[in-house]
């Protein structure tokens, strides 16, 4: 079966205009280097560093609980992630397993959500642990972790973990601000610009992991009953963590971080975040003029709160309206940088430049070819396929497929990923056919992976010590078998 090409898929040109008309921005200038040589102690944390979590989302509700305080989004809940990935995420055959989070203000649903990745499990034969499945008690909007979830961080000279908090927006490309056009919506509903449950979705987190908001070393652990009384136990002293609030807006999608202080993001970044100042008057059309002090700032900040000292801001090649970064680039390694190719010749020349920009910064840049691809009811117009969309945990990789009709372009990024990673193992994974995967949204956009000396952390304020997890998790993996 040959591949459906959408034939009617818009020009760059027409998809410049687009943008302009929607947004009412001029396009971006081309792509620049910025930098800043501040000292701070800590540091960004890259996706392909060790996890010990994955944060996913289970939005929706069964069942509208009369006493329920905060509304979940209506309808039957679903992950945005079929249930092999979930599965496959855990690594549970491994000597560190990987614990996932769902955020899920219902915990009746734990026993379905378990029946049903038991079962999956089961029937692709691979190993499932229950106990590494934790529901967070918090319904998001949406199943989008990655562009609401934590940014994590660490501080060198301490040792401490914390996050570094974005304000998540939902808008696309376009210049958002922090008032215009909000300023008489009911802040429930949204502020017109936001999602309210999603954005405190990370602090939601941080709080169910004890850490890295608050400091616990005085709480205590009750170990049962003792001749009729409750014996309590101080729990060893965990390291304080931390949280702090970089005043930006943005979403995760359009954030790439080498673990050594290099970020790279579309300029989307630079329309949606206004100066905290009085004098900038060029708000709906930033000129070029505004857009590099907006750079500035929004580095600034990066320096101060994540240590950033290098960013690559790029012109999105394809005109989407999401203008996201993970939709056709991704950092493999501190050293190594994916980017996509495309069928479309203006669009590749552009992010061939792209490449070359990355190439002449002293990285090793590898190529993967991103084709038209037509989704029935979701595309209008045909996007490209995101293989550059995938999520990076541990030694691992799950990549997004296109399935059936796009079978050489699948087998083509699968080899594009073990020639840039050798050492690591690539899975391939087809979407849900209610959420399949789109050019603007597949795994990386559904999940977010979180540090593994965070959880650890986790778990030993939970009395619990990480060589005890293993030897559990263990029993679990056999049992089910």
């Known amino acids: 079966m040959k591949p459906i090409i959408n034939i009617n898929r818009p020009t760059p040109e027409a998809l410049a205009k687009e943008y302009r008309d929607k947004t009412k921005c001029e396009a971006p200038p081309k792509s620049k280097i910025y930098t800043n040589n501040g000292l701070t102690p800590v540091r960004a944390i890259a996706e392909f560093e060790p996890m010990g979590g994955v944060l996913v989302a289970y939005p929706g509700t069964e069942k509208q609980p009369n006493d329920h305080i905060q509304l979940p989004p209506y309808g039957s809940r679903s992950f945005g992630i079929p249930n092999e990935l979930i599965v496959r995420m855990q690594q549970a055959d491994t000597s560190e397993p990987v614990h996932i989070f769902i955020m899920c203000a ?13 079962q999956t499990a089961i029937k692709l034969d691979i190993s499932f642990n229950p106990r590494l499945i934790h529901f967070v008690p918090w319904d998001t909007d949406t199943f989008w972790t990655r562009d609401y979830g934590p940014w994590w961080i660490e501080n060198y000279e301490t040792g401490y973990y914390g996050i570094a908090k974005h304000l998540y927006t939902s808008l696309g490309g376009g210049s958002v601000g922090l008032v215009e056009g909000a300023e008489n919506v009911n802040p429930q509903e949204g502020s017109g610009i936001f999602r309210p449950n999603d954005d405190y979705g990370a602090d939601k987190l941080a709080d169910f992991l004890n850490a890295p908001i608050r400091k616990w070393n005085n709480a205590k652990w009750s170990d049962g009953k003792e001749k009729g009384k409750v014996k309590y136990t101080t729990l060893d002293h965990i390291k304080e963590n931390n949280w702090f609030n970089t005043g930006l807006l943005n979403v995760g999608g359009n954030y790439m971080v080498n673990g050594k202080g290099v970020v790279a ?184 992976a979180i540090p593994r000396e965070v959880v650890n952390n986790w778990l030993r304020s939970q009395g619990m010590s990480v060589s005890d997890v293993k030897k559990k998790d263990d029993l679990v993996v056999n049992n089910l078998r």
Not at 411 to 436: L, N, T
Request: net charge negative.
């Open 106 to 118: 219902d915990t009746d649903q734990r026993p379905k959500v378990i029946a049903e990745l038991s």
């Open 265 to 448: 993001s579309s300029y989307l970044v630079a329309t949606q975040n206004e100066l905290p100042v009085d004098h900038e008057k060029d708000l709906t059309k930033p000129s070029n003029d505004v857009i590099e002090e907006r750079m500035e700032y929004i580095l600034d900040q990066m320096n101060r709160f994540m240590g950033v000292t290098k960013y690559h801001v790029l012109t999105d090649p394809t005109g989407t309206y999401i203008g996201h970064i993970d939709c056709w680039g991704k950092f493999l390694a501190h050293d190594k940088v994916l980017i996509a190719e495309s069928e479309d010749p203006d669009i590749n020349r552009a992010f061939d430049g792209i490449a070359k920009s990355f190439k002449d910064d002293g990285f090793k840049v590898y190529r993967v070819m991103c084709q038209n691809r037509y989704v029935p009811v979701a595309d209008n117009p045909a996007t490209t396929a995101a293989y550059t969309n995938s999520l990076i945990l541990n030694n691992r990789v799950y990549v997004p497929l296109s399935g059936r009709g796009y079978e050489k372009y699948d087998e083509a990024a699968i080899r594009a990923y073990e020639e840039a990673m050798p050492g690591y193992e690539v899975y391939g994974i087809i979407g849900k056919p209610e959420y399949p995967w789109l050019g603007t949204d597949a795994m990386h956009c559904r999940t977010r």
